[in-house]
């Protein structure tokens, strides 16, 4: 399978439907650690196939391993719109204000012909009035700013009525729990956090007891469903004083810092300063890491496969480098490895 430069100038490959994960692990009669793991290092270009629960035995004692701690929402909620017609409303962003931004599906499809004004009724009552477009790309607006009427919180709203939001090569619906990852703290992401899922207890003991630290911040999540080129929105992140303090010290005793994810990467680049050191800090963040960026926050990265020519990818060459890269996409889809929030994941080292 080949792998090149594609139409916006990012990975172009093609992503065959057999290597969409369209079910849990656990379905699929696995653990969540027992997903498979590609393991690349950059300074010798090395590749390794490996299984998660086998982390502990490429890191080392010393090692910061950073992990993002914002659960996920069932932030996809049935509506009605103009003229009865159906639509899924998804609650993206919490905005200040008590605003959000939503997007509007249909038939899976994002919906690009609403109209600010427009109401659509949602179950017991709740109602979601568009205000305003958040940016325009590609076809039209697809992320709106609205105002979210509910009985009681939104939170609680949606733990009565509404689903996560799951795409179309998910079979089926899964609950709540199957987009969780084990040691989240705060709900806040619109879809979930997905590179730390095949953590388990288990492994986060082993990792303890090998010498291996962990630590947390917070990064809440939009919709994932970007168009070829459109770049991330903004989103909401705190990095705690204790977090900050932790990269200092694993870095002066000669350890690694290794993110879960690129929400953690975004979090972490958007408070390091330009000698390296991370700070805290809380906020909104609209970085954006492209290829040509030197990362001073982190030492090595553990994320899912992301689809041809995603935004994330810039962020995986900053950290892997194109030809290594290339060549991880490369043995991925030539193994079998699977995609998507279900499917398996990728560890890049120094």
Partial sequence: MSIGVGLTGGLGFDLPPELEASEPPEARGLTRDAVRMLVAWKASGAIADSTFFDLPSHLCEGDLVVLNTSGTLAADVPGSGTGGRHLDVHLSTQLPAGLWTVELRSEGRPVFDAAAGEAIHLPAGGLVTLLAP???????????????????????????????????????????????????TEPGS????????????????????????????????????????????????????????????????????????????????????????????????????????????????LTGWHEPEASHLAMLEAVAGRALLERSYTVALEEGYLWHEFGDVHLVLP
């Fill in 134 to 184: 958040y940016g325009r790309h590609g076809r039209g607006v697809r992320l709106w700013v609205a105002q979210v009427t509910v009985p009681g919180s939104v939170l609680s709203y949606l733990a009565a009525h509404g689903r996560p939001i799951r795409y179309g090569y998910v079979r089926g619906r899964w609950p709540l729990s199957a987009y969780q990852n084990v040691y989240v």
């Fill in 190 to 301: 619109a879809e979930m956090p997905s590179a730390g899922r095949p953590f388990s207890p288990e492994v986060i003991t082993r990792l303890v007891a090998k010498g291996i630290a962990l630590t947390p911040l917070l990064l809440h999540t939009g919709v994932a469903s970007l168009e070829a080129g459109e770049p991330p929105y903004a989103e909401f992140y705190r990095v705690p004083a204790v977090t900050a303090q932790r990269i200092y010290a694993a870095r002066a005793g000669g350890g690694r810092v290794i993110a879960v994810g690129t929400t953690v990467v975004r979090a972490l680049e958007s408070v390091v300063d330009s000698a390296g050191t991370v700070h805290p800090g809380a906020g909104w963040t609209d970085l954006v890491i492209t290829a040509d960026r030197r990362l001073r926050s982190v030492d090595g990265l």
